[in-house]
Protein backbone atom coordinates (compact mmCIF):
# COMPACT_ATOMS: atom_id res chain seq x y z
CA UNK A 1 0.00 0.00 0.00
CA UNK A 2 0.94 3.79 -0.56
CA UNK A 3 2.61 5.10 2.38
CA UNK A 4 1.06 8.66 2.91
CA UNK A 5 2.52 12.17 4.55
CA UNK A 6 0.36 14.79 6.03
CA UNK A 7 0.65 17.41 8.09
CA UNK A 8 0.85 16.54 11.82
CA UNK A 9 -1.80 19.90 12.85
CA UNK A 10 -3.18 22.65 11.19
CA UNK A 11 -5.11 25.80 12.85
CA UNK A 12 -7.85 27.71 11.03
CA UNK A 13 -10.56 30.05 12.34
CA UNK A 14 -14.15 29.66 11.73
CA UNK A 15 -15.34 30.45 8.47
CA UNK A 16 -12.37 30.00 6.36
CA UNK A 17 -11.64 27.11 3.92
CA UNK A 18 -8.78 24.79 5.18
CA UNK A 19 -6.85 22.61 2.67
CA UNK A 20 -5.28 19.74 4.02
CA UNK A 21 -2.87 18.11 1.46
CA UNK A 22 -1.49 14.25 1.43
CA UNK A 23 1.74 13.11 -0.42
CA UNK A 24 1.48 10.06 -1.56
CA UNK A 25 4.11 9.49 -3.96
CA UNK A 26 4.03 6.08 -4.41
CA UNK A 27 0.63 5.61 -5.90
CA UNK A 28 -0.33 2.51 -7.95
CA UNK A 29 -2.35 2.89 -10.64
CA UNK A 30 -5.86 0.96 -9.36
CA UNK A 31 -5.23 3.14 -6.27
CA UNK A 32 -7.86 5.50 -5.02
CA UNK A 33 -7.71 8.51 -2.44
CA UNK A 34 -9.79 7.98 0.71
CA UNK A 35 -10.27 10.58 3.21
CA UNK A 36 -11.80 9.60 7.01
CA UNK A 37 -12.69 11.93 9.68
CA UNK A 38 -12.51 11.53 13.16
CA UNK A 39 -13.94 13.18 16.27
CA UNK A 40 -12.71 12.36 20.21
CA UNK A 41 -13.45 9.00 21.77
CA UNK A 42 -15.62 8.18 18.09
CA UNK A 43 -14.91 6.00 15.27
CA UNK A 44 -13.47 7.29 11.69
CA UNK A 45 -16.22 8.73 9.36
CA UNK A 46 -16.01 8.53 5.83
CA UNK A 47 -15.82 11.91 4.20
CA UNK A 48 -14.96 11.23 0.54
CA UNK A 49 -13.13 9.53 -1.78
CA UNK A 50 -11.68 10.19 -5.58
CA UNK A 51 -9.48 8.45 -8.18
CA UNK A 52 -8.68 11.99 -10.51
CA UNK A 53 -9.07 15.24 -10.79
CA UNK A 54 -11.87 16.56 -7.97
CA UNK A 55 -14.74 15.46 -6.34
CA UNK A 56 -17.05 17.13 -4.27
CA UNK A 57 -19.85 16.09 -2.03
CA UNK A 58 -22.48 18.28 1.05
CA UNK A 59 -19.36 18.72 2.99
CA UNK A 60 -15.94 18.34 0.97
CA UNK A 61 -14.07 18.95 -1.95
CA UNK A 62 -10.64 16.75 -2.90
CA UNK A 63 -8.71 17.83 -5.59
CA UNK A 64 -6.18 15.45 -7.28
CA UNK A 65 -3.72 16.22 -9.86
CA UNK A 66 -3.13 14.86 -13.08
CA UNK A 67 0.08 12.55 -11.34
CA UNK A 68 -1.63 11.71 -8.47
CA UNK A 69 1.12 11.89 -6.26
CA UNK A 70 -0.52 14.28 -4.15
CA UNK A 71 -4.17 15.30 -3.27
CA UNK A 72 -5.66 18.06 -1.35
CA UNK A 73 -9.02 17.89 0.95
CA UNK A 74 -11.24 20.73 1.23
CA UNK A 75 -13.42 22.33 3.59
CA UNK A 76 -15.88 25.39 3.16
CA UNK A 77 -16.11 27.67 5.78
CA UNK A 78 -15.20 25.93 8.72
CA UNK A 79 -16.81 25.68 11.81
CA UNK A 80 -16.08 24.71 15.68
CA UNK A 81 -17.57 21.35 14.79
CA UNK A 82 -15.23 20.33 12.39
CA UNK A 83 -12.14 20.21 15.06
CA UNK A 84 -10.81 16.45 14.68
CA UNK A 85 -8.29 14.66 13.07
CA UNK A 86 -8.51 13.92 9.39
CA UNK A 87 -7.05 10.51 7.84
CA UNK A 88 -5.68 10.57 4.51
CA UNK A 89 -5.44 6.68 3.29
CA UNK A 90 -4.53 5.30 -0.26
CA UNK A 91 -5.39 1.61 -1.65
CA UNK A 92 -6.85 0.25 -3.67
CA UNK A 93 -10.50 0.30 -2.28
CA UNK A 94 -12.22 -1.70 -4.41
CA UNK A 95 -10.51 -4.67 -3.95
CA UNK A 96 -12.07 -6.48 -1.44
CA UNK A 97 -8.70 -7.27 0.20
CA UNK A 98 -7.45 -3.69 0.49
CA UNK A 99 -11.07 -2.46 1.23
CA UNK A 100 -11.53 -4.25 4.38
CA UNK A 101 -7.98 -3.66 5.43
CA UNK A 102 -7.66 0.06 6.01
CA UNK A 103 -3.92 1.39 6.32
CA UNK A 104 -3.69 4.44 8.43
CA UNK A 105 -1.30 7.04 9.11
CA UNK A 106 -1.02 9.33 11.94
CA UNK A 107 -3.72 11.66 10.25
CA UNK A 108 -3.74 15.71 10.92
CA UNK A 109 -5.41 17.40 14.30
CA UNK A 110 -7.50 20.56 12.64
CA UNK A 111 -8.12 22.94 15.03
CA UNK A 112 -10.62 25.32 14.76
CA UNK A 113 -10.57 28.41 16.92
CA UNK A 114 -13.58 31.12 16.87
CA UNK B 1 -31.00 2.29 9.79
CA UNK B 2 -28.31 1.66 13.11
CA UNK B 3 -25.27 1.69 12.27
CA UNK B 4 -22.27 -0.38 13.84
CA UNK B 5 -22.85 -1.00 17.14
CA UNK B 6 -20.01 -1.50 20.03
CA UNK B 7 -20.36 -3.07 23.50
CA UNK B 8 -19.44 -2.38 25.98
CA UNK B 9 -18.43 1.22 25.65
CA UNK B 10 -15.41 1.39 28.12
CA UNK B 11 -13.77 -2.02 29.88
CA UNK B 12 -11.31 -2.09 32.39
CA UNK B 13 -9.03 -5.06 33.22
CA UNK B 14 -5.86 -5.53 34.71
CA UNK B 15 -2.92 -8.05 33.30
CA UNK B 16 -3.11 -11.19 32.50
CA UNK B 17 -7.04 -11.03 32.43
CA UNK B 18 -9.04 -12.10 29.16
CA UNK B 19 -11.33 -9.90 27.46
CA UNK B 20 -14.43 -9.76 24.80
CA UNK B 21 -15.34 -7.27 22.82
CA UNK B 22 -18.53 -7.20 20.56
CA UNK B 23 -19.95 -5.78 17.66
CA UNK B 24 -23.40 -5.59 15.53
CA UNK B 25 -22.19 -4.42 11.90
CA UNK B 26 -24.62 -1.79 10.01
CA UNK B 27 -27.78 -3.55 8.95
CA UNK B 28 -27.15 -4.91 5.35
CA UNK B 29 -23.25 -5.72 5.96
CA UNK B 30 -21.77 -9.19 5.94
CA UNK B 31 -17.87 -8.46 6.71
CA UNK B 32 -16.35 -7.06 9.37
CA UNK B 33 -13.20 -5.90 10.64
CA UNK B 34 -11.49 -4.80 13.85
CA UNK B 35 -9.00 -2.36 14.35
CA UNK B 36 -6.73 -1.32 17.46
CA UNK B 37 -5.97 2.39 18.07
CA UNK B 38 -3.30 3.84 20.81
CA UNK B 39 -4.07 7.05 22.28
CA UNK B 40 -2.68 9.71 19.65
CA UNK B 41 -2.34 7.46 16.78
CA UNK B 42 -4.25 6.24 13.90
CA UNK B 43 -6.16 2.72 13.89
CA UNK B 44 -4.23 -0.48 12.99
CA UNK B 45 -6.06 -2.99 11.05
CA UNK B 46 -6.04 -6.86 13.29
CA UNK B 47 -8.37 -8.79 11.14
CA UNK B 48 -11.44 -9.24 9.21
CA UNK B 49 -14.11 -11.84 9.03
CA UNK B 50 -16.35 -12.46 6.31
CA UNK B 51 -18.69 -15.75 6.13
CA UNK B 52 -17.89 -16.66 9.61
CA UNK B 53 -14.11 -16.88 8.98
CA UNK B 54 -10.78 -15.18 9.33
CA UNK B 55 -9.66 -13.59 6.24
CA UNK B 56 -6.95 -11.24 6.74
CA UNK B 57 -4.94 -10.46 9.74
CA UNK B 58 -2.26 -7.50 10.51
CA UNK B 59 0.53 -7.50 12.45
CA UNK B 60 -1.23 -8.92 15.56
CA UNK B 61 0.00 -12.16 17.76
CA UNK B 62 -2.13 -15.00 18.89
CA UNK B 63 -3.56 -13.83 21.64
CA UNK B 64 -6.01 -11.59 19.78
CA UNK B 65 -8.72 -13.64 18.32
CA UNK B 66 -12.03 -13.35 16.95
CA UNK B 67 -15.56 -14.84 15.88
CA UNK B 68 -18.11 -14.16 13.41
CA UNK B 69 -21.36 -15.13 13.84
CA UNK B 70 -24.35 -16.53 11.02
CA UNK B 71 -25.93 -12.56 12.26
CA UNK B 72 -22.95 -11.41 10.70
CA UNK B 73 -21.93 -9.91 14.20
CA UNK B 74 -18.27 -10.33 16.00
CA UNK B 75 -15.81 -10.73 18.96
CA UNK B 76 -13.02 -9.74 19.36
CA UNK B 77 -11.10 -11.59 22.12
CA UNK B 78 -7.81 -10.63 23.50
CA UNK B 79 -5.91 -13.14 26.24
CA UNK B 80 -2.82 -12.63 28.82
CA UNK B 81 -3.61 -8.81 28.41
CA UNK B 82 -0.65 -6.39 28.21
CA UNK B 83 -0.52 -2.76 29.75
CA UNK B 84 0.04 -2.09 25.73
CA UNK B 85 -3.27 -3.77 24.90
CA UNK B 86 -4.84 -0.50 26.29
CA UNK B 87 -6.67 1.31 23.77
CA UNK B 88 -9.58 2.21 21.08
CA UNK B 89 -10.78 -0.78 19.85
CA UNK B 90 -12.78 -0.38 16.85
CA UNK B 91 -15.25 -2.18 14.96
CA UNK B 92 -16.24 -1.40 11.00
CA UNK B 93 -18.23 -3.20 8.68
CA UNK B 94 -19.24 -3.48 4.72
CA UNK B 95 -20.54 -5.19 2.26
CA UNK B 96 -17.95 -7.60 1.03
CA UNK B 97 -19.13 -7.65 -2.76
CA UNK B 98 -20.09 -3.31 -2.96
CA UNK B 99 -17.32 -2.15 -3.75
CA UNK B 100 -18.07 1.06 -4.08
CA UNK B 101 -19.09 1.78 -0.38
CA UNK B 102 -16.22 2.45 2.02
CA UNK B 103 -16.26 0.94 5.66
CA UNK B 104 -18.59 2.13 8.16
CA UNK B 105 -16.86 2.07 11.67
CA UNK B 106 -18.77 2.28 15.47
CA UNK B 107 -17.15 4.21 18.11
CA UNK B 108 -15.25 1.62 19.96
CA UNK B 109 -14.63 0.10 22.86
CA UNK B 110 -12.19 2.18 25.21
CA UNK B 111 -10.16 -0.94 27.30
CA UNK B 112 -7.68 -0.10 29.78
CA UNK B 113 -5.25 -2.43 31.39
CA UNK B 114 -4.54 -1.43 34.61
Known amino acids: LAKTTQPISMDSYEGQEVNITCSHN???????ITWYQQFPSQGPRFIIQ???TKVTNEVASLFIPADRKSSTLSLPRVSLSDTAVYYC???????????????FGGGTRLMVKP | DAGVTQSPTHLIKTRGQQVTLRCSPK?????VSWYQQALGQGPQFIFQ???????QRGNFPDRFSGHQFPNYSSELNVNALLLGDSALYLC?????????????FGDGTRLSIL
Open chain 2, 92 to 104: ASRIFRDRKQPQH
Open chain 2, 27 to 31: SGHDT
Open chain 1, 89 to 103: LVGDMRNNNAGNMLT
Open chain 2, 49 to 55: YYEEEER
Open chain 1, 26 to 32: NIATNDY
Open chain 1, 50 to 52: GYK
